[in-house]
T-cell receptor
Framework: GDSVTQMEGPVTLSEEAFLTINCTYTATGYPSLFWYVQYPGEGLQLLLKATKADDKGSNKGFEATYRKETTSFHLEKGSVQVSDSAVYFCALSTGGATNKLIFGTGTLLAVQP | GAGVSQTPSNKVTEKGKYVELRCDPISGHTALYWYRQSLGQGPEFLIYFQGTGAADDSGLPNDRFFAVRPEGSVSTLKIQRTERGDSAVYLC???????????FGQGTRLTVV
């Protein structure tokens, strides 16, 4: 069945460091891909998305490129801030009758000043 | 309201008891989803409503779980004869239509003792 595998955490970085969180997927058809973020004490929020191969999603300095050939959607940011500390979830949706999301297990990012 | 509201935020119940979890979606959102997030895992799909009808309940783990949305707005997730394995955070999400961005509530943390 469809699934998402993402890098295990926690990931601990110093402020201004470069961030990569790896995400790969298995899906039939052509899924849409998402990164959600959960800040402490808050609900899940959509961070960025890409709906077709080679699309790049971007928001708040974060980027991810939909790579069909490697079935990947890695999240990157050039310079992290303490305020980026959160749990990041990679997810896919194959659309269809439900458009439900299938999530990875989440990666905790801790950014130290 | 401004966002998806879930009540209660925390619920502790004894094994074998019945519980109801409530979700108030964003006004005007026709699509509503329930997910369950166990400790250290990503959210897992439970059920999807389009309007008043449950269009996809394939994620409900067994017949102790049931959900309703009688007027196409508020939804209630009902769990009978709770078991310790039901302990998790139950998330609700709504979207304007099936293929538009889903907005998540902060969840209800259910603990079965």
């Amino acid at each position: 069945g469809d699934s998402v595998t993402q890098m295990e955490g926690p990931v601990t970085l110093s402020e201004e460091a470069f961030l990569t969180i790896n995400c790969t997927y298995t899906a039939t058809g052509y899924p849409s891909l998402f990164w959600y973020v959960q800040y402490p004490g808050e609900g899940l929020q959509l961070l960025l998305k890409a709906t077709k191969a080679d699309d790049k999603g971007s928001n708040k300095g974060f980027e991810a490129t939909y790579r069909k050939e490697t079935t990947s959607f890695h999240l990157e940011k050039g310079s992290v801030q303490v305020s980026d500390s959160a749990v990041y979830f990679c997810a896919l949706s194959t659309g269809g009758a439900t458009n439900k999301l299938i999530f990875g297990t989440g990666t905790l990012l801790a950014v130290q000043p | 309201g401004a966002g998806v509201s879930q009540t209660p935020s925390n619920k502790v119940t004894e094994k074998g008891k019945y519980v109801e979890l409530r979700c108030d979606p964003i006004s005007g959102h026709t699509a509503l989803y329930w997910y369950r997030q166990s400790l250290g895992q990503g959210p897992e799909f439970l059920i999807y409503f389009q309007g008043t009808g449950a269009a996809d309940d394939s994620g409900l783990p067994n017949d102790r779980f049931f959900a309703v949305r009688p007027e196409g707005s508020v939804s209630t997730l009902k769990i009978q004869r709770t078991e310790r394995g039901d302990s998790a955070v139950y998330l609700c999400a709504s979207s304007f239509a099936k293929n538009t961005e889903a907005f998540f509530g902060q969840g209800t943390r259910l603990t079965v003792v």
